[in-house]
Structure formats: structure tokens, C-alpha cells
């Protein structure tokens, strides 16, 4: 497995895998399709990414986890986020992005790591207590655009 940085030759497969995630449901609080420009502009460069890094083997893309910017949260703070091919969960791959992401965090001076995840996300709520993320909000109320109430967990790393 490699893990290296996103660029943009690789929003199309990061918009593939991120998209089949959003349609099978459950992980993620994104409901509607990316497409690459997208991707690119949330996830690679612009003005909200702060690092992007993706991990990926013979087979190809196996997943990416990135750090942006969030005007909601405080002065210092990043908001990650983690996308792992549902074929590939505990393959190592979010632990190896991970030891990449935190460095290249705080090089880019940021103090905290903010992850909010939906509470009825089990194995997103898992990943980020294994890397040390201790809960600090929640919002039980957090519906989706369905109406279906979620709740939601925002959970802080300190770097």
C-alpha cells in the first residue's frame, strides 16, 4: 500500500469511491453525488482543503482522508474527514492515512482535528475512538435530508 498526496488526476477515482459510498448509506453525512470538480475543490485545492492524502495498492484506490478549513469551528481547528472503500475497511488503509494526516496538520499549524460523524455510523464512530478522538459534542437531532433522525457525534483529536 502507498499513501501519498491527493492531486487533482485523482478527484475522478476519489469522486468514484466517494459517491458509491454515498449510495450505499450509512457512513457518511454526504447525500448527494460529487463530481470531480467538486471533489477537487473540497477535498484537493481551493480554499477549503488543508491536506488531502489517499492510499492506494496494485488494485488501485483503496481510500483517502483529508483536513479542511470549517469557518464553524474555532481558530486552529481542522474538520477531517475519512473515506475508505467498503470492500476494504480494516485493511490498515485508515491507519496508514492517518500517520500521514497528522503531520501534515501540524505543519500546517492546526491544533485540533474535529471528526463529526453520524452517531448511527458504527464503524466511523470506531475508526476515530481507536486514533484517539474523545467526544466533546453531540447532536441528537441531526436529520437527513430524508427526515430520518440520526443524531450526529463531533469528536476532537488534540495535535
Known amino acids: 500500500m502507498i499513501v501519498r498526496p491527493a492531486t487533482l488526476a485523482d478527484a475522478p477515482a476519489m469522486t468514484d469511491l466517494l459517491n458509491r ?4 448509506g450509512g457512513t457518511t453525512a454526504h447525500e448527494t453525488p ?3 470538480e467538486a471533489v477537487a475543490s473540497h ?3 481551493g480554499d477549503e482543503p488543508i491536506c488531502c492524502h489517499l492510499a492506494e495498492d496494485e488494485a488501485g484506490l483503496i481510500g483517502f482522508q483529508c483536513v479542511g478549513h ?7 481547528w481542522g474538520d477531517i474527514g475519512s473515506f475508505v472503500s467498503p470492500d476494504r475497511q480494516r485493511s490498515g488503509a485508515g491507519g496508514a492515512l492517518f500517520a500521514a494526516t497528522v503531520p501534515a496538520a501540524r505543519a500546517a499549524g492546526l491544533i485540533v482535528l474535529n ?8 464503524p466511523g464512530l470506531g475508526y476515530y475512538a481507536r486514533r484517539g478522538f474523545v467526544d466533546y459534542a ?5 436529520a437527513l435530508k430524508s427526515g430520518k433522525v440520526v443524531g450526529r457525534v463531533s469528536r ?3 495535535l
Open 138 to 142: 453531540t447532536d441528537p437531532d441531526y
Open 156 to 158: 476532537r483529536f488534540d
Open 21 to 24: 459510498i454515498i449510495a450505499i
Open 34 to 36: 460529487f463530481t470531480p
Open 70 to 76: 470549517n469557518p464553524a469551528l474555532p481558530e486552529g
Open 43 to 45: 477535498y484537493i485545492a
Open 115 to 122: 471528526a463529526t460523524i453520524r452517531a448511527d455510523n458504527t
